[in-house]
């Protein structure tokens, strides 16, 4: 007997990628449980499938920076008699750093991070806490169908009382811009172009090199390439060091509330520029719907 539930959930994380960076990803999860009927005439109530099996997947990889533990570049240290890892991803010319809590991790036993790697490592967790009466287990890592323009973002909300506060974690999400309530796919595929595979900063978290509790690997390389972030947020110090070419800094908060007005605002303004630059009358409306992974984002207006 199997029984399924489609869209259990959807995990947005970050990833290691050696030719990508940081890369921001949200999945969504489908799930199918082969085994036999228990007293209750279930394989397993459907209720507890979306509360405890869904809960393993969030605890195991939802909102966290999955690093691929057997690739060469990958170096892990962990803080004597302390909570927190150092992660260094030592790409050559692009070398990424990072001191974190624990839990900000999910250690991959893989050599890249891909779907079917991931579902390995979600496989192997799940299976432990399931009763005795499921035998088997098959779980689907899929993204979701974007018609149109899209980004991969990473970021750190330092001010979150949940794990967004982690400094890397990220989303995939969609983009619709409208001039004068008309979407203008140009400018969608502009920005998409802009924040593929960024990681978004604020202003006010950007650190001195000499300020981090830099690993030696890091302290050997990290350079004026390199742009560095630091905050303490509830589950402790957040460190984040990686190349600028892959960063863009702003003056706000990066909730996606703040990242549909920036992108709103930005447009605007150059907009007005040209307007002024034309002798035109007035600039044009701009209207932003940014997502934040899957189903859910902000609208910003300028």
Same mark, same amino acid.
């Given at each position: 007997?199997?029984?399924?539930?489609?869209? &259990?959930?959807?995990?947005? =994380?970050?990833?290691?990628?050696? /030719?990508?960076?940081?890369?921001?990803?949200?999945?969504?999860?489908?799930?199918?449980?082969?085994?036999?009927?228990?007293?209750?005439?279930?394989?397993?109530?459907?209720?507890?499938?979306?509360?405890?099996?869904?809960?393993?997947?969030? /605890?195991?990889?939802?909102?966290?920076?999955?690093?691929?533990?057997?690739?060469?570049?990958?170096?892990?240290?962990?803080?004597?008699?302390?909570?927190?890892?150092?992660?260094? =991803?030592?790409?050559?010319?692009?070398?990424?750093?990072?001191?974190?809590?624990?839990?900000?991790?999910?250690?991959?036993?893989?050599?890249?991070?891909?779907?079917?790697?991931?579902?390995?490592?979600?496989?192997?967790?799940?299976?432990?806490?399931?009763?005795?009466?499921?035998?088997?287990?098959?779980?689907?890592?899929?993204?979701?169908?974007?018609?149109?323009?899209?980004?991969?973002?990473?970021?750190?909300?330092?001010?979150?009382?949940?794990?967004?506060?982690?400094?890397?974690?990220?989303?995939?999400?969609?983009?619709?811009?409208?001039?004068?309530?008309?979407?203008?796919?140009?400018?969608?595929?502009?920005?998409? !172009?802009?924040?593929?595979?960024?990681?978004?900063?604020?202003?006010?978290?950007?650190?001195?090199?000499?300020?981090?509790?830099?690993?030696?690997?890091?302290?050997?390389?990290?350079?004026?390439?390199?742009?560095?972030?630091?905050?303490?947020?509830?589950?402790?110090? =957040?460190?984040?060091? &990686?190349?600028?070419?892959?960063?863009?800094?702003?003056?706000?908060?990066?909730?996606?509330?703040?990242?549909?007005?920036?992108?709103?605002?930005?447009?605007?303004?150059?907009?007005?520029?040209?307007?002024?630059?034309?002798?035109?009358?007035?600039?044009?409306?701009?209207?932003?719907?940014?997502? !934040?992974?899957?189903?859910?984002?902000?609208?910003?207006?300028?």
């Amino acid at each position: 007997m199997q029984l399924f539930v489609n869209d &259990l959930t959807v995990i947005d =994380f970050s990833y290691l990628c050696p /030719q990508r960076g940081i890369v921001g990803e949200s999945w969504i999860v489908d799930i199918i449980l082969d085994g036999s009927l228990n007293d209750q005439s279930m394989v397993l109530d459907f209720g507890r499938v979306k509360k405890q099996v869904k809960a393993i997947i969030d /605890q195991s990889v939802d909102h966290k920076l999955l690093i691929p533990a057997e690739h060469p570049l990958t170096r892990v240290t962990r803080e004597h008699e302390g909570t927190h890892y150092w992660v260094d =991803f030592m790409r050559p010319g692009k070398s990424i750093h990072l001191y974190c809590p624990a839990d900000a991790y999910a250690f991959i036993d893989a050599e890249t991070i891909t779907m079917e790697s991931t579902i390995d490592y979600l496989q192997a967790v799940i299976k432990r806490e399931l009763p005795a009466n499921v035998q088997g287990l098959h779980l689907t890592l899929r993204s979701e169908e974007i018609k149109g323009a899209f980004y991969h973002y990473t970021h750190g909300l330092k001010k979150h009382d949940g794990n967004c506060q982690r400094i890397a974690h990220g989303h995939r999400s969609a983009l619709q811009i409208f001039i004068d309530n008309e979407r203008n796919t140009a400018l969608e595929a502009r920005w998409a !172009e802009r924040w593929r595979d960024i990681y978004i900063g604020t202003q006010e978290d950007v650190a001195d090199k000499n300020a981090l509790q830099l690993s030696a690997a890091a302290a050997a390389t990290v350079g004026e390439a390199h742009i560095c972030y630091s905050y303490i947020a509830e589950q402790g110090v =957040f460190e984040l060091v &990686l190349p600028r070419c892959e960063n863009e800094v702003v003056a706000t908060d990066t909730t996606v509330e703040c990242i549909a007005d920036f992108i709103a605002t930005t447009i605007a303004a150059e907009n007005c520029a040209s307007a002024a630059a034309n002798s035109a009358a007035s600039a044009a409306a701009v209207k932003v719907i940014a997502y !934040e992974g899957v189903g859910k984002g902000a609208i910003g207006y300028a």
